[in-house]
């Protein structure tokens, strides 16, 4: 009996009777694609030897591999080839996971996983804090779930992506206030990544205590 958890896989082979059912109280959802051909048992050694469950953790990538194979199904042309580079990925990823798992001190989402999610999104914000970017845009470009990664960012960072961006954001509109003069307030706002004036003004006041238009006259007196 195995009891499995989000971000597993189980294979099930050939000739053998096997149930499975979902929790009654917090049920799954699940892909599930059925193979079989002369790589077929090299397919299911991703698993390891003797193994049938697999933890990717929060990786997305198996399951959007697992898509990309069952869509390729429906399409006229091409289908099984399609098909099967999807179920191929996915297995990758599977059988990346099993590597990790048996390598000692490096456990799927352990620290130095966590950290180096971690200075990636930190890239992400800095690179892309003037688009409008979106953190369950991110997570899905990262392979990770909006709320893992805001919880192992928060634990790292003290704060959630979102503040942080928004924190980023006015800090680079305060140094626009004072380096050009040039530019309105609303444009400003705009080249922040906040196409709301107002907002970014409210948001201004809040973290510094004083509008856009005020700390701009505080510093150029006019």
Same mark, same amino acid.
């Given at each position: !009996?195995? !009891?499995? /958890?989000?971000?597993?896989? &189980? =294979?099930?082979?050939?000739?053998?009777?096997?149930?499975? !059912?979902? $929790?009654? #109280?917090?049920?799954?959802?699940?892909?599930?694609?059925? &193979?079989? /051909?002369p790589w077929a048992a090299e397919a299911?050694?991703?698993?390891?030897? /003797?193994?049938?469950?697999?933890?990717?953790?929060?990786?997305?990538?198996?399951? #959007?591999?697992?898509?990309?194979?069952?869509?390729?199904?429906?399409?006229?042309?091409?289908?099984?080839?399609? #098909?099967?580079?999807?179920?191929?990925?996915?297995?990758?990823?599977?059988?990346?996971?099993?590597?990790?798992? $048996?390598?000692?001190g490096d456990a799927p989402g352990g620290?130095?996983? $966590?950290? #180096?999610?971690?200075?990636? %999104?930190?890239?992400?914000?800095?690179?892309? +804090?003037? !688009?409008?970017?979106?953190?369950?845009?991110?997570?899905? @470009?990262?392979?990770?779930?909006?709320?893992? =990664?805001?919880?192992?960012?928060?634990?790292?960072?003290?704060?959630?992506?979102?503040?942080? %961006?928004?924190?980023?954001?006015?800090?680079?509109?305060?140094?626009?206030?004072?380096?050009?003069?040039?530019?309105?307030?609303?444009?400003?706002?705009?080249?922040?990544? %906040?196409?709301?004036? %107002?907002? &970014? @003004?409210?948001? &201004?006041?809040?973290?510094? /205590?004083? @509008?856009?238009?005020? +700390?701009?006259q505080s510093v150029w007196g006019s």
């Amino acid at each position: !009996e195995h !009891e499995l /958890g989000a971000g597993q896989s &189980f =294979l099930i082979e050939p000739e053998q009777l096997v149930s499975y !059912e979902a $929790d009654r #109280a917090d049920p799954w959802a699940y892909r599930w694609i059925a &193979f079989r /051909g002369p790589w077929a048992a090299e397919a299911a050694s991703a698993f390891g030897a /003797g193994r049938t469950v697999a933890d990717t953790g929060r990786s997305r990538r198996p399951a #959007a591999a697992l898509r990309l194979a069952m869509d390729a199904l429906r399409q006229p042309a091409g289908a099984q080839l399609a #098909a099967a580079g999807g179920l191929q990925l996915a297995l990758g990823e599977i059988a990346r996971a099993c590597a990790r798992r $048996d390598e000692p001190g490096d456990a799927p989402g352990g620290a130095e996983e $966590d950290n #180096a999610l971690v200075r990636a %999104l930190l890239r992400l914000l800095s690179t892309q +804090y003037a !688009e409008p970017v979106t953190m369950e845009g991110i997570a899905e @470009s990262l392979g990770y779930s909006r709320a893992y =990664l805001s919880r192992v960012f928060k634990r790292h960072t003290g704060a959630t992506p979102v503040s942080y %961006l928004l924190r980023l954001r006015i800090d680079k509109g305060r140094l626009m206030l004072r380096e050009r003069k040039d530019l309105t307030v609303e444009q400003i706002a705009s080249s922040v990544g %906040l196409q709301d004036a %107002l907002y &970014f @003004s409210r948001q &201004f006041r809040r973290f510094y /205590g004083e @509008s856009p238009s005020e +700390y701009r006259q505080s510093v150029w007196g006019s």
